[in-house]
């Protein structure tokens, strides 16, 4: 094979893979191999300079690229104007009857209208120019009429194809939004506090700052994502009929396209899909802001026009704010499992995303200074998704003459042991340990938490009581509580107090996973715990194991297998376990089993969708009792898919796949089948 031959081959497979998992979220090779491959690809195209094109693969963060800082962006004349829609503040269904009754006066119609329904993603509108089916420009939407040149940052967004496939239109221009998902966003942020460096106040602004970074090698470091939802100037390809075919031809040429839309007819179904999406907000890996709804016949786009620089076609409804005002009361510190001491606000009840918030975390001291928040400061909390509500800045032209710094306390607030902050480390701890009663409500909080021990009736305010009265110091009380004790606190009836009492006893047999995470080992997870049950099969090996035999387990490095060596050279560590099997506490172990010999060994599975009787939750844990691996996302490597209600893109991916799909009678049948000794 010639070098230009092998240079094709590679970046169209290249290609393929980064589309399969920045598109498709279905990776479809190792990371390490897809590295080889490029940098196979790098070398050819140094050795052969005259068979560099713009549109390979190795163009994203090319070499040339980093580093090499620019003095501003140049300004692009948009072909066709970049305007906006007109926004339905009116978070009710009535935001969607108005706009479908503006829509058929305007058409004098009386029959229902069709709509493409999409979302509203909350980053910044671009427009990527395709001249021949390649990348030619990438340009900010600016004011509408002119933007900024950022070609060199969008291509560092892998989504974004540097070729379009199978579209050689002379000019298509494709706009939408550039956006960073919330997973991005955390991890980005993450990262910058554990480096004391600025973080990014959401995920709109990441993007936005990204998007302007003059820099494209940092651009690189903050990773964005890209929706497809529109076209600009287009030449030589015949459109569509309607809005939705224009998404389905962007798909098919390789774009990103979100695919949570719908094509309705009608008021009702509008409301629905705000309704419907309004429910789901949290769980979509990214913000959104609401809804769009656009009337999906061009024809009639077309015959309705515009008013005011604005389509009345189309209209963003609008969901709840995820970020509210509103004034910060008081600086509370909370004193977590391990010691951590975490600011808190109290704030004036604020309705954000959803909920009424009145705490919000600061993080630790340091956020607290570089956001220069004050106590009784004018603050933006933001609660987005599952995340804890947290304070994101101050308006500080708000802030009042009586406004307060904020000072770590150098005692614990809980037990007055001293405070140290470790060097070149974020968070404060409190040195108590398990003398801090603070830190003992949480250590028995975990340890009976769901994915621990699983005593659900021990709560928070029952370990409150049972720690304040002296009753409960260690994990091992609690096997020695019964009916005279619990009678005698405040507020537990006879009915809660047998619950708790049965709870506990239904605990006594825990897998030695759950156990160990239990225990509350700093570092270990649930997933550590997972792999240090399967590689030991035993508590009393993984005591006697040293931190080189731990770091043989799969993914334990130094600083996991310290933490648990140090846990269990603690002697009061090993005296509570010893009372926890003195008090009656099982657990079962497969000493000398290997993991392999389980049924569904070496069998992933992937859980999508409502299943009817069973939580994920508890499905998951019988699959994994059985000694399947249960992922969280579909590819070539899944060997089932158990799909319930609604169950949305990895179903699509899994009959796309080819992979095998079951329903929840499927799974109880084939759980069933291993429990009474039937083979797979
Ligand atoms: S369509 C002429 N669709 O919302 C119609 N815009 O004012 C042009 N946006 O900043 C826009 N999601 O970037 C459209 N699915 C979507 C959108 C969307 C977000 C943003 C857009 C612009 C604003 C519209």
Known sequence: MSAAERITRLRAELEQHSYNYYVLDTPTIPDAEYDKLFRELQALE??????????????????????????????????????????????????ATNFDARVRNALGRDGEVEYACELKFDGLAVNLRYEHGLLFQAATRGDGETGEDVTQNVLTIHSIPLRLHDCQAEVLEVRGEVYMSRKDFNRYNDKQRELGLPTLVNPRNGAAGSIRQLDPALAAKRPLSFFAYGLGEVKGWTLPATHSGILDALASFGMPVCDERSVVSGAQALAEFHQR???KRDALPFDIDGVVYKVNSLALQQELGFVSREPRWAVAHKFPAEEQITILRDIEIQVGRTGKLTPVAKLEPVFVGGTTVSNATLHNEDEIR??????????????????????????????????????MPTTCPVCG?????????????????????????????????????????????????????????TPADIYRLDMDVLSNLEGVREQSGQNLLKAIERSKQPTLARFIYALGIRNVGETTAKDLARHFGSLDKLKAADESLLQQVPDVGPVVAQSVAAFFAESHNCQVIAELRIAGVLLQEHEGEPINTLPLSGKTFVLTGTLPSMSRDEAKAKLEALGAKVA???????????????????LDKARELGVPVMDEQALIQLLGNHLYGGHA
């Open 277 to 279: 999406i309004a429910a």
């Open 417 to 473: 042991s001293h405070v140290v902050r470790e060097e070149g480390e974020a968070d404060a701890r409190c040195t108590g340990g398990l003398f801090c009663p603070a830190q003992r409500k949480q250590a028995l909080l975990h340890f009976a938490g769901r994915r621990a021990m699983n005593i659900e009736e021990l709560g928070d305010k029952m370990v409150e009581q049972l720690v304040d009265g002296g009753i409960v110091g």
């Open 370 to 407: 570089r956001k220069d928040v004050h106590i009784g400061d004018t603050v933006i909390v933001r609660r987005a998704g599952d995340v804890i509500p947290e304070v994101v800045g101050v308006l500080i032209e708000k802030r009042q003459a009586n406004a307060r710094a904020f000072v």
């Open 632 to 650: 969280g996302s579909v590819s070539k490597k899944t060997d089932y898919v158990v799909a319930g209600d609604e169950a949305g893109s990895k």
């Open 46 to 95: 140094d050795q052969y300079p005259e068979l560099k094109t713009a549109d390979s693969p190795t163009q994203r963060v090319g070499d040339k690229n980093l580093g090499k800082k620019r003095e501003g962006f140049e300004a692009v004349r948009h072909a066709v104007p970049m305007l906006s829609i007109r926004t339905e503040t009116d978070t009710e269904a009535s935001g």
